[in-house]
Nanobody, 119 residues
Framework: QVQLVESGGGLVQPGGSLRLSCVVSGSISSIYAMAWYRQAPGKQRELVARITSRGVTNYRDSVKGRFTISRDNAKNTVYLQMTSLQPEDTAVYYC?????????????WGQGTQVTVAS
């Protein structure tokens, strides 16, 4: 079994910052890519940022320059530092990982953490 535990969401005023964390645990051999997605009410889930095992990152255009994804391989953890948050960033944020388990390659989702940007 593989578990993803997210933390760091909450309510923040426009222009504020939050840092999301996602810890991966369980029977994994290695972690390939790690990513953050988000889903706002009535909208489809969308990729926010992704980081490969080699540290190569990519971001959706609307968050470039404001969000930073990083990972700590020793802790099996991925982070999303969010700054200059705007109301349109309000969504449930989901951690997503591509891992190698003893049963082969698998993908897993976290349970989601709510981020609300409002004054």
């Amino acid at each position: 079994q593989v578990q993803l535990v997210e933390s760091g969401g909450g309510l923040v005023q426009p222009g504020g910052s939050l840092r999301l964390s996602c810890v991966v645990s369980g029977s994994i051999s290695s972690i390939y890519a790690m990513a953050w997605y988000r889903q706002a009410p009535g909208k489809q889930r969308e990729l926010v940022a992704r980081i490969t095992s080699r540290g190569v990152t990519n971001y959706r255009d609307s968050v470039k320059g404001r969000f930073t994804i990083s990972r700590d391989n020793a802790k099996n953890t991925v982070y999303l530092q969010m700054t200059s948050l705007q109301p349109e960033d309000t969504a449930v944020y989901y951690c997503y990982v591509e891992v190698l388990t003893y049963d082969g390659a698998r993908n897993y989702w976290g349970q989601g953490t709510q981020v609300t940007v409002a004054s």
